[in-house]
C-alpha cells in the first residue's frame, strides 16, 4: 500500500486514478497506509494524496467512514504526525467547499468524560476545526442538524437521485435505532420484530412524524431515560414519499413480510394530527387504532 501510494505521490493524474479506482474503499486504504511505517511525512504529492483520500471518505453519503477517520484523529491526537494534519486538512476542505449542514455520526467521536483522553492541543484543534460540521445523537443541536440532513434529502428526492430506501433509513434513522434496526444502547430501542413497526401503520406513521415521549415498552421490555434518549424527535420535516419508503423499509427488512406503506396514507394521517406540536406517550399512542 506504502509503494503505491507512493508512486501515486508523483503525479496529479496517477493520484486521481488511485482515488477513482478506491470509490468506497477509501478509509480501508487509508487504514492499511497508517500501519505501514515507511511513508516519508513531508513528500508533497503524499500531501495531496491524503487530502484527496480525506475529501472522498468524507463524500460517502452514510457517513460511517467519515466517523471512522473522526474518530482515528481522536485516537491519534497523543501522536499527532504530517500525515494526520493533511488528512485534517482535506476532510477541512471538503466541509468548507461542500457542506449543507452538519453531517450526521451514529456517535460522539470525542471522549464523554475528559478524563478520558488528555484533552491536548491537537484534540482540542480537531475539535474545534471538526465540530461545526458534525452532529450525533445526544448532540446539543442534533434536532437541528437532523432536520437539515432531511431537508437535504429531499431534495435529493425531487432530483430523482433517489437513494435506496436502505441509505434513507441509514441515513434518517439508524444513527438512533441502529443499523439493521437492533436498537442502540443510550438511543432508542430496537425497530427490528417491534410490534409498533409491524402491527398498526397508523401509529407507526404517526410515530414517524410526531415522535414519541418515553417510557415504552417495546417486545415486552420496558426502554426509558437513561437507558435510550428521552425522546425520538419529530421527523414531520420529511415529505410524505420519504417516510413511506423509509417506513416501508422497516416493515419488509430484516426478515419482516408486512405491507408496504404508500405517501397517500402519510399524507392522511399527517393532515388529521397537523398542528400536533408535542411527541406522543405510548398511551396516547395505543389509543391510535
Ligand atoms: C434522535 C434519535 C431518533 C431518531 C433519529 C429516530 N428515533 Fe425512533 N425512537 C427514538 C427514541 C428515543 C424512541 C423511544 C421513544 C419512547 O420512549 O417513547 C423511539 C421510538 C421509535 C419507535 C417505537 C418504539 C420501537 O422501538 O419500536 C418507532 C417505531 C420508531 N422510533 C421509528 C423511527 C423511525 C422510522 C425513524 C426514522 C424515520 C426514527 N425512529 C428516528 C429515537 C429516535
Redesign the pocket.
Known amino acids: 500500500m506504502a509503494e503505491l501510494a507512493l508512486e501515486a505521490s508523483k503525479h496529479w493524474l496517477l493520484r486521481e486514478a488511485l482515488i477513482s479506482g478506491l470509490e468506497g474503499s477509501e478509509w480501508g486504504f487509508i487504514t492499511q497506509l497508517n500501519e505501514s511505517k515507511e511513508l516519508p511525512n513531508s513528500l508533497k504529492g503524499l500531501q495531496h494524496l491524503l487530502h484527496s483520500l480525506a475529501e472522498a471518505t468524507a463524500s460517502q453519503s452514510d457517513g460511517v467512514d467519515l466517523g471512522h477517520l473522526i474518530k482515528y484523529f481522536v485516537d491519534r491526537s497523543t501522536s499527532w504526525n504530517d500525515a494526520d494534519a493533511a488528512l485534517l486538512a482535506g476532510l477541512d476542505r471538503y466541509f468548507h467547499a461542500h457542506s449543507r449542514g452538519p453531517r450526521l455520526l451514529t456517535q460522539s467521536p470525542f471522549p464523554n468524560n475528559k478524563a478520558d483522553l488528555p484533552w491536548n492541543p491537537a484534540l482540542q484543534s480537531i475539535h474545534h476545526r471538526l465540530s461545526p460540521w458534525i452532529s450525533w445523537?445526544g448532540h446539543a443541536n442534533?434536532a437541528t442538524a437532523?432536520e437539515k440532513a432531511a431537508r437535504t434529502r429531499n431534495k435529493l428526492m425531487e432530483d430523482a437521485s433517489i437513494a435506496s430506501h436502505a441509505e434513507a433509513?441509514q441515513m434518517?434513522?439508524a444513527?438512533?435505532?441502529g443499523f439493521p434496526g437492533e436498537?442502540l444502547k443510550n438511543?432508542?430501542?430496537?425497530?427490528h420484530k417491534?410490534?409498533?413497526?409491524l402491527d398498526s401503520k397508523d401509529r407507526?406513521i404517526q410515530?414517524?412524524l410526531h415522535?414519541?415521549?418515553?417510557?415504552?415498552y417495546?417486545g415486552g421490555q420496558l426502554?426509558?431515560s437513561p437507558d435510550?434518549?428521552?425522546?425520538?424527535?419529530p421527523?414531520s420535516v420529511?415529505e410524505n414519499e420519504l417516510?413511506a419508503s423509509?417506513?416501508t423499509y422497516?416493515r419488509q427488512a430484516w426478515g419482516h413480510a408486512f405491507d408496504p406503506i404508500d405517501s397517500n396514507e402519510v399524507a392522511r394521517v399527517r393532515a388529521a394530527t397537523a398542528g400536533r406540536q408535542t411527541?406522543?406517550?405510548?398511551k396516547e399512542l395505543l389509543s391510535i387504532p
Open positions: 445523537p442534533y437532523l433509513y434518517v434513522c444513527g438512533c435505532h436498537g438511543q432508542a430501542p430496537p425497530l417491534a410490534d409498533w413497526v407507526l410515530i414517524a415522535g414519541a415521549h418515553s417510557p415504552i417495546v426502554y426509558q435510550i434518549l428521552s425522546e425520538m424527535p421527523l420529511l417516510l423509509i417506513l422497516i411527541p406522543w406517550t405510548e
